[in-house]
T-cell receptor
Framework: GAGVSQSPRYKVAKRGQDVALRCDPI?????LFWYQQALGQGPEFLTY????????KSGLPSDRFFAERPEGSVSTLKIQRTQQEDSAVYLC???????????????FGEGSRLTVL | KNQVEQSPQSLIILEGKNCTLQ??????????LRWYKQDTGRGPVSLTI?????NTKSNGRYTATLDADTKQSSLHITASQLSDSASYIC????????????FGKGNQVVVIP
């Protein structure tokens, strides 16, 4: 596609519900990143994929967070048993570079804004 | 302590005026330094990318400078327009641990007519 596409753009969940956020990266981009951005803050790293391999998941805040990219294109970030502190914008970014975030330009999606009540 | 500090946190400027945003960082060694523009409710968009050996990079009315010795960068906006109202985020790429970009909190700029 022309850019990184994320859905849904807005999600309201009740505390304890599971949510799934989708990212469709730019076609052919090898690297895919998930970030969490709280209001008034910069993005915080969650996880990194190179093709279908999840090479770094050290930023995931708890075992309630799970990400996958089974065919090396679309990725899903799943949050189980959501808590109020999970409320944030979840940004997805992709890059044509394979060496990690330092080596290529990142293209961000519009983000998915999650509000947990 | 955040590895990337930006100042001022927010500022209001009149349309047509210039402004300069500051970024101080402690990341070392680093591969490159980037400035992103993030409109409200949108994802960040890249403005400039400078390697550690570059001193300046321009993109239209945006000019970024880098002083690797003092670990400072600035973003200068010339002849501001209403559409420049956004958050400007400084991002530093460490040479090691390269999946972990260090993001600043952003400079919130509001341009008023």
């Amino acid at each position: 596609g022309a850019g990184v596409s994320q859905s849904p753009r807005y999600k309201v969940a009740k505390r304890g519900q599971d949510v799934a956020l989708r990212c469709d990266p730019i076609s052919g981009h090898v690297s895919l990143f998930w970030y969490q951005q709280a209001l008034g803050q910069g993005p915080e790293f969650l996880t990194y994929f190179q093709n279908e391999a999840q090479l770094d998941k050290s930023g995931l805040p708890s075992d309630r967070f799970f990400a996958e990219r089974p065919e090396g294109s679309v990725s899903t970030l799943k949050i189980q048993r959501t808590q109020q502190e999970d409320s944030a914008v979840y940004l997805c970014a992709s890059s044509s570079a394979s060496g990690g975030a330092s080596y290529g330009e990142l293209f961000f999606g519009e983000g998915s804004r999650l509000t947990v009540l | 302590k955040n590895q990337v500090e930006q100042s001022p946190q927010s500022l209001i400027i009149l349309e047509g005026k210039n402004c300069t945003l500051q970024c101080n960082y402690t990341v070392s060694p680093f591969s490159n330094l980037r400035w992103y523009k993030q409109d409200t409710g949108r994802g960040p968009v890249s403005l400039t990318i400078m390697t550690f050996s570059e001193n300046t990079k321009s993109n239209g009315r945006y000019t970024a400078t880098l002083d690797a010795d003092t670990k400072q960068s600035s973003l200068h906006i010339t002849a501001s327009q209403l559409s420049d109202s956004a958050s400007y985020i400084c991002v530093v790429s460490p040479t090691y641990g390269n999946n972990r970009l260090a993001f600043g909190k952003g400079n919130q700029v509001v341009v008023i007519p």
